[in-house]
Each structure stands twice: as C-alpha cells, then as structure tokens.
C-alpha cells in the first residue's frame, strides 16, 4: 500500500517568506507527528497529533510554527518568516495507535521522504 | 545529559566484522525502544524494536539494559548493504513520541 508522502520534496525560500508543508499519513493511521533534521544533527521532535487534535506540541521552536491536521488525515506545517536557521529536512511519520503505551507495547511510525527546505 | 546518547561515528569495518553500537538514554520513564536505520538522503526506517529480554533478528541482536538505561545494537557478519547511519529511539516517556539518537554512521568496505 501507499506510504507516508510528503510535498513539495524541495522547496527554496527567502528568508521572511511563510512556507507550507504538506504530510499524506499512511491511510487508517490515527497518530501523525512532525520532526525536522538539520545537517548533522539528530531528529527533533515538534509536533505529535492524535486525530485532529495536538497533545503534544511541545517540540515546537517558535510562535512562527504552527500545524494543522484536518479530517483526522493530511497535515499542514505551516512556518511563518522563515528565517536561515529553518533550513533543515521536514519529515512526518504515521502510526496506527499513538495512544500511552504499555510495556513491551510497540508502535511502528512510518516516515515520509521529507521536505527540504532551503531558506536563502 | 542529553536525553539519548550515542556513539560517535563513523565506524569503519571490513565485510564480514562484528560491529557493536552502544546508547544510553536519560529518562527512566521510556518504555519503548528501537533501532532505525537511515541511508544517506532518506528517511529513517525501523530496522528492530528492543524488548526487554533481548531479541534476534537474524544478524542483528538488540539488548536493552533498564537499570543503566542502557541498549545495543550487535551486527554480525556485516555485508557493503550494511553500511547506514544506525539511530537510537526511546520514546518520551509513556507517550508514543519519539527521541532520536544523533545516530553512528556505519560504513562497511570490501
């Protein structure tokens, strides 16, 4: 079946433009959650929702990010005045429950391709 | 203490090697633990969960250590196909969000 997709796969941007992330989670997949990897660096958390809503968006760096998820389904990561220190590898992954687990309880997130993005 | 740590990279090993990975995470509430693995230019990809007991998957074996809060990750007989950066994931706490590990580039010559 269809994957976790991600657009655009690139995406060159002026410092101060606002850009918009776009994450197709894999289809039936409740939980969806935001990271960004800059060069040389580890995933980084930002956002986690749970169908439309967002426990958990304590990843985020700035009041310029912000999410949405809509229809329990694609997600919008939306990043207002870019700035250079932006620039990095947006991915979204997906996974079936996303709720507390118990232990020796495994969930399996599903990563997209991830947006680069360039801000100049 | 960064919240998982792993071992600086990269490491060389000629086909055939065994080659250990080492992590240690600072959140005894993590209940939940992984390796992924991520080729240059793409996204992570599970390669193991790690269950308490340890686990085997073919030449893969992971360890996990809960009282030093500590995992491994062992490869025997390592092949060219091996080579990746190999990521260490815990989950924060409970809640299924994932820390990642800086990662360890594995790279396997002939």
């Known amino acids: 079946g269809a994957g976790v997709s991600q657009s655009p796969s690139n995406k060159v941007t002026e410092k101060g433009k606002d850009v918009e992330l776009r994450c197709d989670p894999i289809?039936?997949?409740?939980?969806l959650y935001w990271y960004r990897q800059s060069l040389g660096q580890g995933l980084e958390f930002l956002i986690y929702?749970?169908?439309?809503?967002?426990?958990?968006k304590s990843g985020l760096p700035s009041d310029r990010f912000s999410a949405e998820r809509t229809g329990g389904s694609v997600s919008t990561l939306t990043i207002q005045r870019t700035q250079q220190e932006d620039s990095a590898v947006y991915l979204c992954?997906?996974?079936?429950?996303?709720?507390?687990?118990?232990?020796?309880?495994?969930?399996?997130?599903?990563f997209g391709p991830g947006t680069r993005l360039l801000v100049l | 203490r960064k919240e998982v740590e792993q071992d600086p990279g990269p490491f060389n090993v000629p086909e055939g090697a065994t080659v250990a990975f080492n992590c240690t995470y600072s959140?005894?509430?993590?209940?939940?633990f992984f390796w992924y693995r991520q080729d240059c230019r793409k996204e992570p990809k599970l390669l193991m969960s790690?269950?308490?007991s340890g686990n085997e998957d073919g030449r893969f074996t992971a360890q996990l250590n809960r009282a030093s809060q500590y995992i491994s990750l062992l490869i025997r007989d390592s092949k060219l196909s091996d080579s990746a950066t190999y990521l260490c994931?815990?989950?924060?706490?409970?809640?299924?969000?994932?820390?990642f590990g800086k990662g360890t580039m594995l790279l396997v010559s002939p």
């Open positions: 992954a997906s996974s079936l429950a996303g709720t507390r687990l118990d232990k020796e309880g495994k969930e399996t997130q599903y």
């Open positions: 289809s039936g997949h409740t939980a």
């Open positions: 790690v269950y308490s």
């Open positions: 994931v815990v989950n924060r706490g409970g809640y299924s969000t994932l820390t």
């Open positions: 959140n005894s509430a993590s209940q939940s």
């Open positions: 929702f749970q169908g439309n809503s967002a426990p958990d």
